[in-house]
Structure formats: C-alpha cells, structure tokens
C-alpha cells in the first residue's frame, strides 16, 4: 500500500497550485444578454420603447375583418398585424383558444414563412419556424378546447368562460385577462411584443431599410460576434419572439428553472436577464442568473386569494426579464383599473420573454391558488410518473467505483456497518474508452453477476450513458451510418465535436429512427444490459455538453431530424435523449418502472426521469442553494429533484458532510456524489460520531418512505410538489412569500440547518396550528411568525409534525427498500383542539406497473373523527388483486397517539367484522402508545380509544 502521506502531500500541493474553482466559473465562455444577437435586440427594442413613453405608437394590431370566433370550438383565428415603416403590414397569424382548466393559449407566427423565404436560403434548413416545441413537452395529446361566449366591439373582443373574461384589445394589441371580477394577467401591456418577421440582408445598414423600425436594433442579426460562436451561419437571420405579460396586484414570481438563485425571483433590471439555455456550466456561482444545465420555461405568480402562471412553449435560447413595481411582501387590496387603450397602467410584476426563435407560443393559467396551478400546468405537461420504489432510496456515487471488487465492498460495507443503500452508480470510466454500451472487462469481467450479487440485497446498479459516441466504434459508426446523428449545417455528415471519449457524434433522438437504433442497444442480450432486472441507467452530459463547442454546447446551425437547426431545439435536445433511454428500458422489459437520472430537460422531462443540479461544490452556499433549487423544481412541476450530497468538486469538513445528509434526505431525490479528485467519503468510512449523526439520517430517510412514496402518488396524481415551498399551504400567508430555508413534505415542517457552527435557528410557521417536534412530542410550536432559537446541535434536525395529521412511518432497519416491502407500520396521529386528524397512505408493489395495469394498489385515508376512533378506508385498491392481497401479513405495529384525552389502559381494534384489545402505553402527558394493535394495513379498521 502506498504510502498516506506522499498523498497528502501531493494533494496539499495540489490546493496551493490549483486556482480556487468558486471564482472560476468560465464566464468568457457564455454570452450575455448584450453579446447575445436576439437579447441585445429585445431589451434595446424595450428601452426604446420605455423612453418614448405615450408618445410610441405601437406597430401590432388585430385584423378586426379576418377575425373567426367559433364559441363551440373554443377558438379565435385571425390576422396579426405588423405594421413597417412605409406604413405596409405584415400577416401573422394569430390563435386564441381556450383549453384544459380554462387556460388560455395564445399562437402567433409568420403566416407563409417558407414561401417567402423560398430560394433566398439555399441550405437544407427547415424554412418554417419551429413548431414542435409542445409535441415534446406536452403529455401526448393535444389539450382539450372549451366552449366561451364572445362580445365583439368595434376595439376589443370579450371572451367570457367559467370565471374569466379575456379582454382583446385590437389596438394596440392587448389581452387583460381577468378572474372571479378581478384583472390578472395583461398580455402585451407594455407593448414589447416582438416578432422578427423574414427579411434578407440587403446592406451593411439595414437600418434604413423598411424592415427594419426605428426602435429596433440590428445587431447580431446575419452574423454572431461572440468569440466562439463566429461560425454561426444565421442562415434565417433575425427570428426572435418576444413579449411582455404583467402580473397585476402579484409581488412574487417563481419558477423558470434552471437557475442557482432564490425560490422568489429577483428585479433584473440592473443586470443580466434570467437565461434559459441549457449548457454544462463548468464550477457554477450561486446565487446568479446564469442559464444551467435545463429549461423549463415555467411561471407561476402568488397573492393571497390567487395565483397565476405563464407557460412559454418555446425551445430556442430564451432570456426573461423581471422588473418589480409593487412594494416586497405588501399586500396590494387595490382595484386596479384599465383603460382600455392606454399603456399607463401598470402591474406590480412585469415579466419580459425573449426568444431567439420559433413561434411564438404561450398557455396563461390564473386558479385560486399555487396548488392549482400546478395541476392545470401537469395537465398539460404530465405528472411525475411513480417511481420504482429503490429510487427514492439512498443512491452512493462517485467518479469512479473502480471494478466489480470496488462496487461490491461498497455494497457490503453500508450493510455491514447497518446502513440502508439502494444504489451504487458507475459514473464515466466503467465503459471501455468511454464507448458506452462497452464494459471495461479488465475491471467489470462479469457485470450480471456483480448485478446479482447487488440483487441479493435488493441493491441497485446505475450506469452512465452519455449522447456523445466516441468515433470508430460499432455504436458510433452505426449511428452515422444510419444518419441518424446529429447534422453539420450543410445537413451532409454527422457532426464531430469533443467530449469525454474525444472525438464523438451525437445522436439525434428526435429522429423516430434513433429510437429503434437505440432499443438495440439496452436489449435483453446486449452487452450493457445482458439479461439483467436490476441495472438503471443515468444520461448525463445531454444539454449536449461538447467541450470545443461554442458555450460548451453545440453550434446552433447544426441539423436536427427534420432538418429543423439545433437552434430551434437546443433546450429540448436533452429531453428527447432521455426519453429515449425511458422508451428503450420499456421496450427491454416493460415491466418494471425504468429509472433514469437526468442533468438536462425540459418541460415535460418530470414524466420520465429524476434531475439533479449538476456540479455543485462542497461549501455551504451550495448546501443552501440545493434547497432552493429542489423547491424550484417543486414549483416548475418537476419535483423528482436532488442534488449531489457532499458537494461534487472539493470535500466538505465533516460539520458539513453532516449537514448535508440531514438536508439531503429530504430531496426526493437523494444521492450522494463526488468528483473523481475528492477523498473517499461513503459513511461508513466516517469517523464517529459523524458517521452515527449521518446513519440516524439516513433511517430517517427510509423510516418516512411510506410518507414520500404517498407523496409522490399524489404528485403523480395532481402534480403538486412533494418538496412544499411553505407559501403553497398557505397562500394566504404573505410573510412566507420569500421563505426559502424551509418546507413541507407532507404534514411535516423541515428546517435544515445549513449555516456553519450552528446550533440554534428560526422557525417559522405559516398559522396558528400547533408544530410537534417529531423528535420529541412532549415540545410543541405554536404562533404565526419566526420562532428563534430552537435548538439544532449537529445531531439534531429540526422536523416539526403539524397538527391534525397522521404520518405513516416503517421503524425497521432493512438493507434497502425492497426489504422493507412487507414491514409493519407506525403511525403518529396527532389530534388537534377539534378532536381530529386526517392522513393517506399509498402502497403498491414498488416497482412493477400492475399498480397502473392492474390497479394493483392500495391508497387509503387515515383519520380521526371526534377524539373518539381512528380508522382506516379504503380509497382505492381491491383485496383480491395479487399484491395487495399479499399485504394481509402487513400490520399496524404501534401507534402514537398525540394530543388524545381519556384514553383507558386498553382500546378496541375492529376490522373484517372481527373485535380485539391491545394494550396502551403512556409515554409522557399527552403521549400514548398502543402497542401492537395488529390490524393488517389493506383492509379497513377502526381503533376506539
Ligand atoms: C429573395 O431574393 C430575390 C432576389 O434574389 C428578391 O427579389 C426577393 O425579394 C427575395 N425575397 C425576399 C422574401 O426577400
Ligand atoms: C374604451 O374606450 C372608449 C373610448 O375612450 C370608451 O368609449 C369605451 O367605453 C371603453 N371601453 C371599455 C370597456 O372601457
Ligand atoms: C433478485 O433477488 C430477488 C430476491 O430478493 C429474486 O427473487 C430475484 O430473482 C433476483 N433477481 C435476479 C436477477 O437475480
Ligand atoms: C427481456 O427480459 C425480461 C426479463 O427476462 C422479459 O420479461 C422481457 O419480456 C424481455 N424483453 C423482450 C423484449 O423480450
Ligand atoms: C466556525 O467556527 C470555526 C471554529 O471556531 C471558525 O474558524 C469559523 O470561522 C466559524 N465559521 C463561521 C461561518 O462562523
């Protein structure tokens, strides 16, 4: 064994000669809003326009005479407007139509594009501007359309429907959307819509030229200045879209991941824009708007009484800018008037979105509150799907377990030390030269037989598998060979760039013949998968992350299925490509839930996968902004969110390390992983008590599964977040507004401690309920507002349980989840002043889909009525059906009664027309325990205490 010490050497030298990566992020190596072509247009188009004031007469109007109003059908179709400078116009088509959950969709784009641009652009390019952008993020079907009834005026035209009037203004072009009376939304109030329409170059200075406003600029327009992007071909020119939407009476906005900042969104005023690109962002800052690995352009608003969402279907490069008028945290009771035809109101948050192009596509939702929001944007864009039960479970990374040797001491020693583990991950250097599909035989000689010995405990294997194919192999060369890879602009062969393996190709997974290429390779009998039941699978690097590329990424000329330019599809590429991988593990074996880990998406990537934030480092800001990050993925409908435990770059001290576990348990997705440079860190090779303080975590962790998995049920169900921003149970409650430090998972309060050498933080309660604590029932919270000073010493987590609720828990030490399947239940019931207390349970199989085809499942409300019984009904789920039936030996093993009065030495147990005793225990005052009150967990029962 070498020796420690010349280690340690080398790495102290290593410190002292490395730069520190925290200042390091290669910002030269992404475009700001300024260097940016279609950016730099828009906001100079919106100064202009604000330094002109009444006097700007806007150029977009409604063609009252091509309007069509179909009242059955939900729709209006029409001719937008555009007027140039020589007072011409140019046609856009304009589509208002009511859908699903009485959103309101609005499409524009350049009516007969392809026509006019004709033989004027000579590459293969799609002439058309993209319009697939909802195809992939929508749940595979297009929404519904709802009736409404209209009222045409000679300036505007009314659309009245459940609770809403949509007002459309024809000039300028306006929506006021209003809801229950009250005004919400105001679609274009500052007149910034933007559609750059088809125009050649015709001089150096376009300016002049009659496409080109006054107001506009021309920047960027035919070429790209920014230093890596100088190959950019433009071929279409200038095709942003842009428009502003107000929020009125709103004073927080949240959402658009993916962004390391705060839950409530910043005024960007006086800096940069948020960016949505998605791009491997080398040693990312925190707190910063700076685009990330995924986009999900997503919105959503929040005032006491309602709340909003904007939903902008759009794949391009994306910037939006927000500018705050209202006062932070004020409620804002006033009525706000319109003038039908004056610009001068304004709302307290007003947005701006722009795209670099396709069309211009957008879904206004206005509900009573967030929670509602978030079903009407699932309905569109699908739910997180159940996960297979290990995937909520713990998840050991690193860059790199070495060979079969390495992945199975691994395994053993979380169980020989009792530690529960669920997964071991293999990260890049598995693959023989990092050829995916390969293994490195020297090192994994016989992976089905590793994955068996994994199985034996019900462990896991996930593997990478990245959409750069290193040239010169059987997968990559299939892949050109097929030509279904990704395209140079002149669309003749596949495009080469570098990636971890060298020189590789992409697959281009919008290719419906990427798909069956890519089945092959995940087949029973392929050399990845083998035969194999218990190998997942982790795509990484599909923003595309290319190391020579322009902004780490891929040139935006590139080709696409189609013939549709990268540009048009870049921040859905990542989505496409682990959709992919979900069709191909389904296709393989249809009958267990696939996982797949993913670092770019989408909206719509919740439907198939869980995300992680990417390379965060081991300090405490980053432990900070996890939380912030995961609630904002909560928010954007995307919940199955997690970030690296640990930090990847660097190693975190062990107060950290700690700390870190405490929080990460309540990602819903938890995994610890670090760079290939950082030092061994697996708890089990802690010292104490820093390993005992992280394996308490960690059974907490898998003693609340029953309460996560029933979360993520209902997420499935409803798309409300599993990770609760505390705003979302109490819309009401406007001093929580900006809360980001804390949140409900369920019933239950979390605050991690996530600043260093604390041991005493703040909580706060968002009303009056009382807060037990769940470590210690006998000490409660009660009070609106900050309670300082609870006590948070490194072993402790403070973890609140709401009262009137009843939390489902399995106390049981197991190896992994699947152990645990069969074990019996805790309950905690803790009764409010009233007397009651209600909770749900879901349970199926874990990880078959019998709980979809064969409602093979059961979910059931817990409650307490009156003080006087506690019982159990079943919602769903039929006793006959195989798993469910074999729940019979599953029981109830004690129950925690908080809050009960005059309860005797015994209580009855009714169930299945049989009656029994069991026996009960006082903990301390207020506290009882019946012991072992034996009822099976899936048919109905009653306790009368
Ligand atoms: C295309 O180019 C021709 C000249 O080559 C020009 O006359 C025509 O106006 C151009 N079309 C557009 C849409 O600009
Ligand atoms: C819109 O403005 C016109 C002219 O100022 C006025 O006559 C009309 O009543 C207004 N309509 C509404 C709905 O306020
Ligand atoms: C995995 O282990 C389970 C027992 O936990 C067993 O039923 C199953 O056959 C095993 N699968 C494989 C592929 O070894
Ligand atoms: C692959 O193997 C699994 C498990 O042995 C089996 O259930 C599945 O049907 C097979 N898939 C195909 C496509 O044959
Ligand atoms: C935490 O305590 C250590 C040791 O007392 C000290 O060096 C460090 O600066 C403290 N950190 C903070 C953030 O206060």
Request: proline letters at 5%; charged letters at 25%; hydrophobic letters at 35%.
């Amino acid at each position: 064994m070498p020796d420690r010490s010349v280690f340690l050497l080398l790495f102290i030298f290593l410190l002292v000669i490395l730069p520190v990566p925290s200042e390091a992020v290669k910002d030269y190596l992404f475009k700001k809003c300024d260097q940016s072509g279609f950016c730099h247009r828009n906001r100079h188009f919106a100064n202009e326009i604000l330094e002109q004031g009444d006097s700007y007469q806007p150029r977009y109007s409604i063609d009252l005479a091509t309007l069509q109003i179909d009242d059955q059908s939900g729709t209006v179709d029409g001719i937008l407007l555009k007027q140039l400078n020589d007072g011409t116009y140019v046609d856009l088509s304009l589509k208002i139509a009511v859908i699903t959950d009485h959103s309101l969709r609005l499409t524009v784009d350049e009516i007969d594009r392809d026509v006019r641009v004709g033989g004027n652009v000579t590459t293969p390019v799609n002439k058309v501007r993209y319009n697939e952008a909802s195809t992939w993020a929508f749940d595979g079907k297009d929404p519904k359309q709802l009736k409404f009834t209209h009222e045409l005026q000679s300036d505007s035209l009314i659309l009245h429907y459940g609770d809403y009037n949509a007002q459309i203004q024809l000039y300028p072009f306006k929506i006021s959307l209003s809801y229950k009376g009250a005004e919400q939304l105001i679609v274009n109030e500052r007149s910034l819509l933007n559609v750059e329409h088809y125009r050649t170059k015709v001089s150096e200075d376009d300016a002049n030229s009659n496409d080109v406003a006054p107001e506009e600029s021309t920047f960027g327009s035919y070429s790209d200045s920014f230093k890596d992007s100088k190959g950019d071909t433009l071929p279409l020119g200038p095709e942003s879209v842009a428009l502003d939407f107000g929020f009125v009476g709103y004073n927080h906005v949240y959402g658009i991941p993916e962004h390391a900042d705060s839950l409530s969104l910043k005024d960007t005023t006086d800096g940069e824009p948020y960016r949505l690109f998605n791009v491997d962002i080398f040693e990312y800052p925190v707190q910063d708007r700076y685009q990330m690995y995924g986009s999900i352009p997503f919105m959503v608003a929040v005032k006491p009484g309602s709340s909003a969402g904007i939903f902008w279907v759009n794949s391009a490069d994306t910037y939006v800018d927000i500018k705050k008028n209202g006062e932070e945290d004020m409620v804002d009771e006033r009525k706000i008037i319109i003038e039908n035809s004056s610009r001068s109101s304004s709302s307290s948050v007003q947005t701006h979105w722009m795209s670099e192009n396709g069309v211009l596509d957008v879904i206004l939702m206005v509900k009573d509150t967030p929670a509602e929001i978030s079903r009407a944007y699932g309905s569109l864009t699908g739910y997180v799907s159940l996960p297979n039960m290990f995937s909520i479970g713990y998840h050991q990374s690193r860059w790199n377990y070495n060979d079969e040797k390495d992945v199975l001491d691994v395994a053993g020693n979380f169980d020989s030390h009792m530690i529960p583990c669920d997964a071991i991950w293999l990260d890049i250097e598995y693959a023989e030269g990092k050829k995916y599909f390969t293994w490195n035989k020297d090192a994994f000689p016989n992976p089905e037989r590793m994955e068996a010995k994994l199985n034996e405990t019900g462990k896991k294997l996930v593997a990478i598998i990245d959409p750069h194919l290193k040239t010169g192999y059987s997968v990559s060369d299939g892949v050109v060979k097929e030509r279904i890879a990704i395209r140079n602009a002149d669309s003749k062969d596949a495009y080469k760039g570098h990636s971890w393996p060298g020189e590789s190709v992409w697959i281009d997974t919008l290719n419906p013949r990427a798909q069956l290429f890519w089945n092959k390779q995940f087949a029973n009998g392929s050399q990845l998968m083998g035969y194999s039941t218990n190998l997942h699978i982790w795509n990484d690097m599909n923003e595309p992350s290319i190391f020579n590329g322009p902004e780490t990424s891929a040139p935006k000329d590139l080709l696409h299925y189609g013939n549709w330019e990268h540009r048009s599809v870049h921040n859905l590429f990542g989505l496409t490509y682990h959709e992919a991988t979900y069709n191909s593990l389904i296709e393989r074996n249809s009958h267990i839930r696939p996982f797949i880990l993913t670092r770019s998406f989408f909206a719509g990537s919740q439907r198939t996968c869980a995300m992680w934030t990417g390379d965060n480092m081991a300090r405490w800001e980053y432990l900070r902004e996890s939380i912030r990050m995961c609630l904002t993925m909560n928010v954007a409908g995307f919940p199955f969110a997690g970030a690296d435990v640990g930090g990847f770059f660097h190693n975190p001290d062990m107060e950290l390390l700690v700390r870190w576990y405490q929080t990460g348990i309540w990602y819903p997705f938890f995994r610890a992983h670090s760079h290939i440079d950082s030092r061994r860190r697996e708890p089990f090779l802690l010292d104490e008590p820093y390993q005992d303080y992280i394996k308490e975590a960690l059974l907490l962790r898998y003693k609340l599964l029953p309460v996560l998995y029933t979360q993520f049920y209902k997420a499935s169900q409803t798309g409300l977040p599993i990770m609760k921003p505390i705003f979302y149970d109490s819309p009401e409650d406007v001093g929580s507004y900006s809360i980001d430090d804390e949140f409900f998972i369920g019933d239950l309060l979390v605050r991690p401690v996530m600043e260093e050498n604390q041991t005493r933080v703040s909580v706060y309660l968002p009303d009056e309920k009382r807060y037990y604590s769940f470590f210690n029932l006998s000490t409660s919270l009660q009070g609106k507002g900050e309670h300082d000073d609870v006590e948070a010493e490194l072993d402790q987590i403070p973890l609140y349980l709401r009262e009137g609720s009843i939390l489902p828990t399995k106390q049981r030490y197991r190896r992994s989840t699947k152990l645990m399947t069969y074990d019996p239940y805790t309950l905690y019931v803790v009764i409010d002043s009233d007397g009651h207390a209600g909770g749900d349970l879901y349970i199926d199989d874990g990880e078959s889909f019998d709980y979809r085809d064969n409602e093979d499942h059961l979910y059931l409300s817990l409650s307490v009525e009156k003080g006087k019984t506690i019982s159990s009904k079943v919602i769903k789920g039929d006793s006959a059906k195989p798993f469910v039936a074999s729940l019979s030996r599953t029981k109830v093993e004690s129950i925690v009664l908080v809050g009960a009065k005059n309860v005797g030495s015994t209580v009855t147990v009714h169930q299945g027309g049989k009656s029994w005793e069991a026996e009960v225990l006082r903990e301390a005052p207020g506290i009882v325990v019946i012991r072992n009150p034996k009822m099976s967990i899936n048919s109905a029962w009653t306790v009368e205490i």
